[in-house]
């Protein structure tokens, strides 16, 4: 048998607290009454409306989302959370005939690194974690004009602060866009907050629609976006878009509470409630989530065990408004990629909709049935 690895030293993302949350949902809520007048939330239309160029409904919608998330303007658009990002950066760069981006130096989600792979883009890495080097790459006389991040951890090493790693490249006279799956709701603030040009995440991660999403961002950049999904075939429809908003104003709350299970899970782990388990750590992999280390190289049979006791057999969106019961399960393929040896002795832990004491009782029947056979 292999030696038995140990766990990396990882850095999670704050979490939103429920005040903060609370203030979430009171923003989208307030912009909901301000752009959404006489009943308007009961009404959707479609089409290319003229002077508007998209259903009335989604462009409301839109207004709305840009008030909660304190941003100049806000697109919704097709593809979800990978759409976004292809509209958000055929709008910024691609836009400009820029094919160079300044990149973290880790791997890129899968996705991404296929839409970097289309665009032909050149990417120039530094170390995002490294302050001294990521100022002297940003800061560079030949650097990019774009800078292009992944909120959520791409390794489980990562540890920069975003609003950092954002301050330093606009001194330095650079925009950055953010990819914001995975963080948008669960950490107090997005990309464009903390001062990104640009914020792309899905909001069928957020329990909306299938293949819905949204841009955030900076004026110039968000009517780039409405003139590259101009198409009616493109259009977010309006009933797609109140969908969205209904769903969403009911997360912000909700994703407090799975924090709270998250780390009441992980804290229990590492006290040595569940046997088999003789290690936990806390990381953005890609959702927030525990990863435990196992005491036997079992974890490629977890998952299949764990779905007999009622675990999510698979992800559907990291989130989507289908995954109710916790999800036991392999660790990412991105985390993988920087740590093979942990394939077959670490899983993931997500509580998702549950409480800690049915996670772990999952988790604990799920061990024995991988140690008996």
């Known amino acids: 048998m292999a030696d038995r690895p140990t766990l990396p030293t990882t850095t999670p993302l704050p979490a939103a607290t429920v005040e903060e949350s609370m203030a979430l949902q009171q923003r989208l809520v307030a912009g909901l009454a301000r752009h959404f007048p006489d009943g308007g939330l009961f009404r959707s239309d479609l089409g290319v409306v003229p002077g508007l160029g998209r259903p009335d409904a989604t462009a409301r919608a839109e207004r709305a989302l840009a008030d909660a998330f304190e941003a100049p303007a806000a697109a919704l658009v097709q593809g979800a959370g990978t759409g976004a990002i292809r509209v958000a950066l055929a709008?910024?760069?691609?836009?400009?005939?820029?094919?160079?981006?300044?990149?973290h130096q880790a791997p890129d989600y899968p996705t991404t690194a296929r839409t970097f792979a289309d665009a032909g883009v050149t990417l120039v890495r530094a170390d995002a974690n490294d302050r001294d080097a990521?100022?002297?790459?940003?800061?560079a006389p030949d650097a990019p004009a774009w800078v292009y991040l992944q909120h959520s951890r791409q390794q489980l090493t990562d540890s920069y602060d975003l609003g950092e790693v954002i301050a330093v490249a606009r001194q330095a006279g650079r925009r950055v866009i953010v990819d914001d799956n995975y963080s948008a709701v669960r950490t107090p603030r997005i990309g464009t907050q903390l001062g990104a040009a640009a914020s792309a995440f899905s909001l069928f991660k957020l329990h909306g629609p299938e293949g819905v999403a949204v841009v955030l961002g900076d004026q110039d950049l968000i009517d780039r976006v409405h003139e590259a999904t101009y198409s009616g075939g493109g259009q977010v429809q309006g009933h797609q878009a109140l969908d969205a908003l209904r769903a969403l104003v009911m997360v912000p709350l909700n994703w407090a509470a799975q924090s709270v299970a998250t780390a009441e899970v992980c804290e229990r782990l590492v006290a040595g409630e569940v046997p088999g388990i003789v290690d936990a750590t806390m990381a953005n992999a890609q959702d927030r989530c525990v990863?435990?280390?196992?005491?036997?190289?079992?974890?490629?049979?977890?998952?299949?065990?764990?779905?007999?006791?009622?675990?999510?057999p698979y992800p559907v969106g990291s989130n989507s408004r289908y995954e109710i019961t916790p999800l036991i399960y392999r660790l990412s393929g991105s985390s993988l990629?920087?740590?093979?040896?942990?394939?077959?002795?670490?899983?993931?832990?997500?509580?998702?909709?549950?409480?800690?004491?049915?996670?772990l009782d999952m988790l604990a029947r799920t061990l024995r049935s991988a140690r008996t056979g």
């Open 291 to 312: 990863i435990a280390l196992l005491d036997q190289p079992v974890a490629r049979q977890v998952p299949a065990l764990a779905a007999r006791y009622g675990s999510a």
């Open 91 to 103: 709008a910024g760069p691609w836009s400009e005939g820029d094919r160079r981006l300044l990149v």
């Open 337 to 359: 990629h920087a740590r093979p040896d942990l394939a077959d002795w670490a899983i993931r832990i997500n509580p998702m909709r549950a409480g800690a004491d049915l996670t």
């Open 134 to 139: 990521w100022r002297a790459a940003v800061g």
